[in-house]
């Protein structure tokens, strides 16, 4: 059985706003093994950055973890202190971040941005540090990489400055990368390229990676496992086989019927209607249930608790109680 490498436990995150507080992320739990890639999906305002960033503990200003525990190989995160977070962030968790142009220094050559994270946690001496950092850069693939680490970011593609972003979270080999959408401002070719050299460098070096995207497409068939997520709750998880064949929750399969299939390209996309939830004010029932063609009375009432509806595969939703109930009483909806 594969060790635990980190395990999320009813992760509770506010935002306090002068409107009130945000409950951006609501009794999140999961667990990633180690050299495993767990995927976590949803819409804008799941709660899915969020939770990542709690992670990394790189939360705004008026965020704030008010629940849970964030275990790393069973030491609870959130009792750390400045030095041992800043110990935990790039030597133990890096972090991919969604657009690279904005995440890189303007003012700064890639050469000592991606020198001044080697040197900040490991041992190394400037000289060290820049061959790691041309080493690195030739790892994902970034061509004439002395020539790469005298220009700024400005001179570089949106593919290239992924691949510095990568190279950079990389350079000190944590245990567990995150990828916050690292695919989001690239084009599809570049994006397939990105993908398969996350996939490769993971192979590699053995480390976890937590996938967080919008696009189930993209983590098809990357992920060992898949949370989807929706008002800051996890709505269903299990295996990328389980999700996407056999989805039990209303929110999965309406994301589902949004993507096109290539098999049938005359086939209508079907987007989920409505907006997304206020998590100011986050109904008593199912998140999910005003946007739901199928919603019931007691989703209005009462939030579903998970349920197992295949193995390693739990889903929170009603309809999944009503169809065994239904089951046990012979009843069919033929």
């Known amino acids: 059985m594969s060790e635990k490498i980190l395990e999320v436990k009813n992760l509770h995150t506010s935002f306090f706003t002068d409107s009130g507080e945000v409950k951006a992320v609501n009794g999140v739990s999961f667990s990633l093994e180690a050299g495993k890639i767990l995927g976590i999906v949803?819409?804008?305002?799941?709660?899915?950055?969020?939770?990542?960033?709690?992670?990394?503990?790189?939360?705004a200003g008026t965020g704030k973890v008010v629940e849970g525990e964030i275990l790393y190989k069973g030491e609870n995160i959130l009792n750390y202190n400045k030095n041992q977070m800043r110990s935990f962030r790039g030597k133990v968790c890096s972090i991919i971040f969604q657009d690279p142009m904005t995440s890189l220094?303007?003012?700064?050559?890639?050469?000592?941005?991606?020198?001044?994270?080697?040197?900040?946690?490991?041992?190394?001496?400037?000289?060290?540090?820049?061959?790691?950092?041309?080493?690195?850069?030739?790892?994902?693939?970034v061509n004439e990489p002395e020539k790469r680490l005298k220009q700024y970011p400005h001179e570089l593609s949106g593919g290239m400055r992924q691949r510095v972003m990568i190279a950079m979270a990389l350079a000190c080999e944590p245990d567990i990368l995150i990828a916050d959408e690292p695919t989001t401002a690239l084009d599809v070719t570049i994006q397939a390229q990105i993908l398969e050299l996350m996939q490769d460098l993971q192979k590699k070096l053995g480390m976890a990676i937590i996938m967080v995207t919008h696009d189930l497409g993209v983590i098809a068939g990357m992920c060992d496992e898949v949370i989807v997520m929706y008002g800051g709750r996890v709505c269903e998880r299990g295996t990328a086989d389980a999700i996407f064949y056999h989805s039990a929750h209303e929110y999965t399969k309406g994301l589902l019927r949004s993507i096109p299939s290539a098999s049938n390209m005359k086939e209508k996309l079907v987007p989920i209607e409505g907006?997304?939830?206020?998590?100011?004010?986050?109904?008593?029932?199912?998140?999910?249930?005003?946007?739901?063609?199928?919603?019931?009375?007691?989703?209005?009432?009462?939030?579903?608790?998970?349920?197992w509806?295949?193995?390693?595969?739990?889903?929170?939703?009603?309809?999944?109680?009503?169809?065994?109930?239904?089951?046990?009483?012979g009843v069919t909806n033929e």
């Open 275 to 307: 907006t997304p939830i206020n998590l100011l004010n986050m109904p008593k029932g199912c998140a999910f249930c005003s946007r739901c063609d199928n919603a019931m009375k007691i989703c209005l009432e009462q939030k579903p608790d998970e349920m």
């Open 309 to 329: 509806v295949g193995e390693d595969h739990l889903a929170s939703c009603w309809m999944n109680v009503k169809k065994e109930m239904q089951e046990k009483a």
């Open 105 to 141: 220094n303007p003012t700064f050559t890639i050469g000592s941005q991606l020198m001044e994270a080697i040197l900040l946690h490991t041992d190394r001496n400037k000289e060290q540090a820049r061959e790691r950092a041309a080493e690195m850069l030739t790892l994902v693939g």
């Open 42 to 59: 949803g819409e804008s305002g799941s709660g899915k950055s969020v939770t990542a960033y709690s992670i990394m503990q790189i939360l």
